[in-house]
């Protein structure tokens, strides 16, 4: 059952402001609800099941204390990503002729590599024991999430508070991934925590160096 709420609340955060909850928005309004909701389903399904299989795999491979503190840098890295945002989320909507294959298609490589995936594989790795209340609640927080904002977009004809959501989201990763490192790796050496700050310092530069480019130059 911890494995089950942990998935569901995790992914359920992971979800609030990112893209695929966004391209939601953009799909119910084009599309009949079950056709987007059925998409949603199918595509979410697949892609948590890989996601739990790959953290098995994960789990089987590294020691217990080093998993859990891999698993807080992680979230530690998911909340800086979800701070960063993403500028062409609604791009993602792509046109076809079968509404359900763009749903599908759109989800499915929407989540690829995303932070809700990567949520996933880390949480199957630390309860490697529990695959299916794993799998059962990422796949539930992250549908609950994208048909929370298809209904607030539906009801409200207008999309979620995208910066504040994701501002709050970023904290609680933050949060709890700090909390996650420092109660497994108190007692690894400086080696590990330097590893894991060159490692979070090196991706922070990447996320952002979009923005940095977009500086204007000085005259």
Do not use: H
Not at 22 to 45: E, F, H, K, N, Q
Not at 62 to 82: D, K, M, N
Not at 182 to 202: I, Y
Request: aromatic share 10%; hydrophobic share 55%.
């Amino acid at each position: 059952m911890d494995a089950f709420l942990i998935a569901l609340v995790m992914v359920f955060l992971a979800e609030m402001g990112d893209k695929t909850q966004l391209v939601a928005l953009t799909l119910a309004g084009r599309y009949r609800l079950p056709t987007v909701i059925s998409g949603i389903l199918l595509a979410t399904g697949l892609v948590l099941a890989l996601s739990v299989l790959c953290g098995r795999l994960l789990g089987g491979l590294v020691a217990e204390p080093w998993l859990q503190f891999l698993a807080g840098v992680s979230f530690l890295l998911f909340g800086i990503w979800t701070l960063r945002g993403s500028e062409n989320d609604e791009n993602a909507v792509r046109e076809a002729s079968n509404p359900f294959l763009v749903v599908f298609w759109t989800f499915l490589l929407g989540e690829l590599g995303d932070k809700t995936m990567l949520t996933t594989i880390s949480l199957a790795a630390q309860y490697r024991l529990s695959a299916l209340p794993v799998w059962t609640g990422s796949t539930l927080g992250m549908i609950a999430a994208d048909l929370l904002a298809v209904g607030v977009g539906w009801i409200l004809g207008t999309r979620l508070p995208e910066r504040g959501i994701r501002r709050a989201v970023a904290v609680l990763f933050l949060a709890l991934g700090a909390w996650d490192t420092w109660t497994s790796g108190k007692d690894f050496p400086l080696a590990a925590w330097g590893g894991a700050a060159a490692f979070l310092l090196g991706a922070t530069l990447i996320l952002f160096r979009a923005r940095f480019r977009r500086r204007p130059a000085e005259d």
